[in-house]
Each structure stands twice: as C-alpha cells, then as structure tokens.
C-alpha cells in the first residue's frame, strides 16, 4: 500500500525559509512533486522532480525554492526560501509513475507566511 507522509510545515515570517519532506513508502516513483491550494482556490502545481533528478518550476517560485530527492529514501524535499505571505498554502507531496496519472497524495502540511 503506498503511503506519502509530509513534514515540515509551520508558520513563518515573510523572507523566511521553511524545508518540507515527503516519504513515500510502498513502491519506487518515477515522477515525485509538490502541489499547493490555498483557501478558495484549486490545487495547483508547485514543483516536480523526475528520478533522473529533472525538475519543473511554476514561475512564481523559480528562484525561491528547490525540489530535490533522494533515491535511496524514497524521499522528496521542498526548500522555500523567500517566502512570501501568497505562498501561504496546504502544501501537498504527490508521486506517480505515469504523467497522466492522478497520483498518490500525501495528507497535506500547512505553510503560513505572516508577520
């Protein structure tokens, strides 16, 4: 059965940094990433890493935060730097095998960026 489990979040001041974790259990994924949805809107693409370690960015965090993996722990990370108070969100870990796939989920973290 697979199972993502999410760390990390909290509560942070604007220009802070804040580093999520995501372990996936279960299986070996080809495609990991993250997405968020903040209150009212869709859940929307953040960042995705491919085993290969290619990465994909939604343009408002190119620059600002870092998706990353580790293979041998079936493990992906979110470094977010430069937060901005639009960045608050739940942050949710997602893995698949196939693009066109929904995934499996994690249970979501909340990111809150205010002063």
């Known amino acids: 059965q697979v199972q993502l489990v999410e760390s990390g979040g909290g509560l942070v001041q604007p220009g802070g940094s804040l580093r999520l974790s995501c372990a996936a259990s279960?299986?070996?994924?080809?495609?990991m990433g993250w997405y968020r949805q903040a209150p009212g809107k869709q859940r929307d693409l953040v960042a995705l890493?491919?085993?290969?370690?290619?990465?994909a960015y939604t343009p408002s965090v190119k620059g600002r935060f870092t998706i990353s993996r580790d293979n041998a722990k079936n493990t992906v990370y979110l470094e977010m730097n430069s937060l901005k108070p639009e960045d608050t969100a739940v942050y949710y870990c997602?893995?698949?095998?196939?693009?066109?796939?929904?995934?499996?989920w994690g249970q979501g973290t909340q990111v809150t960026v205010s002063s």
């Open positions: 279960g299986r070996i994924f080809s495609i």
């Open positions: 890493i491919s085993s290969s370690g290619s990465t």
């Open positions: 997602n893995a698949k095998n196939d693009p066109s796939s929904f995934g499996s």
